[in-house]
């Protein structure tokens, strides 16, 4: 495959709009990509044909506005480029149909944003983000919002609260005396997941209805001796994973890296960072072509955040900053962090805002499945903190003790580390357990969980900094002395915000009782986590940056909780399925031919048979004790009014999740002591150890 040349050829990107559109067309388009100015609708047309023309000579005969409603996945709706002409068909493909869709935006969630009796909901291009060939169809990236304009989608909130920071970035940057067309946010999500077999995936109901397992015993060889990490790739991986790179490549997406991860059967994706909303897109083409090309491998790609218990699951870290349109990024501290005025300033924004909003930031990466990772001691915590590494670290601990900032000495090399000038890499990486950590030149957000839809978390990351932002640039225009307003503001705001700041080890239990001390939130479930939306200070936030009205930043809560307490109940119904028609049956027939076989040599021969006697008993009780949970868990389930959500919610949390927890208990131990001939699911072993 010749890289360079292939690489974006299913995108309508830059050099293909240079080349089929008009000069003046082409230059108002990129106005509007480039430096955020309104689109000129009269230009459509003929992007509209342009558009067409290319997608047609690359074989396709649909279109289709492509969106995220608030499912967390994409949506599409295929119409194609024909109209009819006397007894034949012309393809065309109008300004207005490239500008606007219509849809049906009833059976989308909307959290009550939109009464069903107007269903009508708009799709509407967004141009920033380029359109692309896929499978004979053109997939033009849309935003989503309802008759009344309300936002329907994830797309919508996002690129608002991009404006956000984008409108008070400029602000501060000017009081600088910098100017610029645009700030952009940037995110390089990495991506985690697991490869298993075909086979044994579709043997496994639980992976089928819910993406996880809901039960099995721990494999006797796990990720204890750390060897998959960064280990060899098996053939069939690596065949897997040269595919969707070309793949990714075709549709101009920068994947970079790849590695085995941490458990065995899972692996990483990280592709060049992008602007956000360009990210956001690619992260779910990239999620949707790891499926896809992973059933042409005969495997299965688990995006699940935790699939097996016992083992890593998977997370995405979302690597943020923000840069100008000049290259300027505002989160690079330069060779003299301390010396660089706007650097400090825009950290203690960032700083303030996560500790400020805290809440939200953690309640915007809360789902059911990435509460088996947050909070179960494993990467990270539940604590949202903030890790500035070494050098860093010192220097905010300087201003804000009031002491001289000592840059470090180096050993060798003349800036405190050999290898690079600043803030290297392994002086911040060193430390994995934090959530939200600094690392060279951006934040490193580690929470998110590898299913999810980047917006959420960007959404919130965006318009709390762009907040921050704001309070700044309106204390700092019109002050008398700007250096000393400056100063101030850094010291007084990094000494506020001091307690998120947290430079050592986020997994043991001593954070969690500092992190207490400190007043910091430790929200472990969905339930309690995602309520922190409708606390007024967290609406305002969103209100204030023109994010969301209030009823959307609401309603958006509601469907997170409605969504958690399906998920659960879906489960929950899983589990008792399974249990009742697979488990407890072949466990008491196992029981039933112990039985026989010790009938059989008492009769014989009155043989020993104490291996029996106890199988036989210990089975037996566990497989009671098995179906006395089941029958609990079958009572509290019933009580459960679902449409009250934010009650059910609470139950799911609290009731539920530790009855299906009680259940496993006693089906793990009955699938260490049953025969595998009986044994009706495929085991941990067989399914990470199969490719
Ligand atoms: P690692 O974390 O493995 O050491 P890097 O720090 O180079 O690797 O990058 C991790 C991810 O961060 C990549 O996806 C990269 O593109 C992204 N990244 C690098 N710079 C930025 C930036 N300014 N904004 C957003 N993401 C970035
Ligand atoms: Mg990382």
Redesign the pocket.
């Known amino acids: 495959m010749n890289l360079p040349e292939r690489f974006g050829e299913n995108v309508f990107n830059d050099s293909v709009q240079k080349e089929t559109l008009p000069k003046e067309v082409y230059t108002a388009l990129r106005a509007t990509i480039e430096a955020g100015k309104q689109l000129d609708t009269s230009i459509a047309g003929a992007v509209a044909a342009a558009m067409k023309d290319w997608a047609v000579s690359k074989g396709a005969t649909h279109y289709t506005h492509w969106f995220q409603p608030l499912t967390g996945l994409t949506a599409e709706k295929h119409d194609s480029f024909i109209e009819p002409d006397g007894d034949k068909v012309i393809m065309r493909l109008t300004g207005k149909s490239l500008i606007v869709g219509e849809s049906d935006a009833s059976s989308f969630p909307s959290g009550g944003s939109r009464v069903t009796y107007m269903a009508r909901g708009y799709t509407a291009w967004d141009p920033t983000s380029p359109a692309f060939v896929k499978d004979g169809t053109l997939y033009i990236p849309t935003i989503f919002v309802s008759y009344t304009g309300e936002t329907l989608d994830k797309k919508a909130p996002l690129l608002r609260s991009m404006t956000a920071v984008d409108r008070q970035a400029k602000r501060i940057l000017k009081l600088f005396g910098i100017d610029c067309k645009k700030v952009s946010t940037?995110?390089?999500?990495?991506q985690e997941y697991f490869l298993i077999d075909e086979e044994e995936y579709s043997k496994r109901k639980d992976l089928r209805l819910t993406g996880r397992t809901l039960f099995g015993a721990p494999v006797s060889r796990g990720q204890e001796l750390e060897d998959h990490y960064f280990g060899a790739i098996k053939p069939r991986v690596m065949a897997f994973m040269r595919e969707l790179d070309e793949e990714l490549w075709s549709y101009g997406v920068l994947s970079?890296?790849k590695h085995n991860e941490v458990a065995p059967a899972q692996h990483e994706m990280?592709?060049?960072?992008s602007t956000t909303n360009v990210a956001v897109d690619t992260n779910m083409l990239t999620m949707e072509l790891m499926r896809t090309v992973a059933r042409r491998h005969g495997l299965v790609c688990l995006l699940h955040e935790k699939p097996f218990e016992g083992i890593n699951g998977s997370g995405k870290?979302n690597?943020?900053?923000m840069?100008t349109d000049t290259g300027l990024?505002l989160?690079n501290p330069g060779a003299a962090p301390e010396k660089n005025t706007l650097f400090k300033l825009v950290l203690a924004a960032v700083v303030k805002a996560v500790d400020d909003y805290q809440g939200i930031l953690r309640g915007s990466v809360a789902s059911a499945a990435n509460d088996h990772r947050l909070g179960a001691n494993e990467a990270p915590p539940a604590i949202i903190s903030v890790y500035l590494g070494d050098q860093l670290g010192a220097l905010v601990d300087s201003i804000v003790k009031g002491e001289n900032y000592v840059t470090g000495t180096a050993p060798q090399g003349s800036i405190g580390v050999p290898e690079s000038p600043i803030f290297p890499?392994d002086a911040t990486?060193r430390n994995r357990t934090s959530p939200f950590a600094f690392?060279?030149?951006?934040f490193?957000f580690r929470m998110l969980g590898s299913q999810a839809n980047v917006s959420d978390a960007n959404i919130c990351l965006n318009t709390i900094v762009a907040d921050a932002f704001e309070q700044f640039a309106d204390e700092l225009e019109g002050c008398k002395n700007f250096t000393e307003a400056v100063n101030g503001i850094i010291e007084r705001e990094l000494k506020a915000h001091y307690r998120i700041i947290f430079n050592h080890d986020g997994y043991g239990p001593e954070w969690e009782a500092e992190a207490a001390k400190r007043g910091l939130l430790n929200h472990k479930n969905t339930a309690d986590a995602v309520p922190l939306f409708y606390e007024k200070k967290n609406v305002d936030v969103f209100v204030r940056q023109g994010v969301f009205t209030a009823a959307e930043a609401v309603a958006r809560a509601d469907i997170r909780l409605e969504n958690y307490t399906k998920i659960i109940n879906i489960e929950a119904l899983t589990l008792l399925e399974m249990v009742k028609q697979d488990i407890i049956p072949a466990v008491s027939d196992f029981v039933a031919d112990l039985c026989q076989n010790l009938a059989a040599k008492q009769a014989v021969a009155n043989l020993p048979c104490e291996t029996e006697t106890k199988l036989i008993k210990k089975l037996a009780e566990l497989n009671d004790k098995a179906s006395a949970s089941v029958e609990k868990l079958e009572k509290h389930l019933k009580k459960i009014n679902l449409h009250d959500f934010k009650k059910a919610s609470q139950d799911m949390a609290h009731i539920i999740l530790p009855d299906m927890e009680e259940i496993r208990k006693y089906v793990d131990e009955m699938e260490k002591l049953t025969s595998s001939d009986y044994w009706p699911f495929p085991t941990y072993f067989e399914i990470l150890y199969n490719v």
């Open positions: 940037t995110v390089g999500p990495e970079k890296t990280a592709p060049v960072f870290h690597n943020w900053s840069s990024n989160l890499k990486d690392t060279g030149n951006k490193e």
